[in-house]
């Protein structure tokens, strides 16, 4: 089911989601309403608080690893994902936030990580890469901590968006 995306400056985006205890009928259908909300808006990935639920749940678009734009989309989804960073050297993407309207902006973070979570069955699943995939893995666990991309742009790009906002609201 298409669910309302949360928008900033909206509070919800800056809280904490709890961990997943058991994958029931519940994180399915949350999992299955991501999904939709995602394929409908469309993106690379998204996260169980932007459409309001607090809980450890991303999809993340795994077929950004091949870096080829052609690449048919592959959705799946990670319960309780932990990042780890492989290679602390910064690299910069351009990033957008389904979240965060009309705004795209260069983010510096770490170039390769891996992400471990779980998939729907309850398997451990763990995924590996570098660049704009990076980024995405990064950017999707980051809202589970209440952290958006716009939290590592610099403070005067952020308060000319926070004023533009503002304005238009
Ligand atoms: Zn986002």
Redesign the pocket.
């Known amino acids: 089911m298409l669910r309302p995306v949360v928008q900033y400056p909206n509070p919800l985006l800056a809280k904490k989601s709890e961990p997943v205890a058991e994958i029931n009928d519940e994180i399915r259908a949350l999992a299955q309403d991501m999904l939709d909300t995602l394929k409908t808006v469309g993106g690379v990935?998204i996260?169980a608080p932007?459409i309001g639920v607090l809980k450890r749940v991303v999809i993340i678009d795994v077929s950004l690893e091949k870096d080829d734009p052609e690449a048919p989309q592959d959705f799946r989804v990670f319960i309780n994902p932990v990042v780890t960073v492989i290679d602390p050297k910064l690299s910069e993407e351009n990033e957008g936030?389904?979240?965060?309207p009309e705004l795209r902006s260069k983010v510096k973070r770490p170039r390769r990580v891996a992400l471990e979570g779980l998939d729907l069955d309850g398997n451990t699943v763990r995924i590996e890469g570098e660049g704009y995939f990076s980024a995405c893995m990064q950017?999707?666990t980051d809202?589970l901590d209440g952290k958006?991309?716009i939290d590592h742009i610099s403070y005067l790009k952020r308060s000319m968006y926070d004023k533009k906002m503002k304005k238009a609201r």
Not at 97 to 100: A, D, F, G, Y
């Open positions: 990935g996260a932007q936030c389904l979240s965060v950017h999707e809202h958006l991309f």
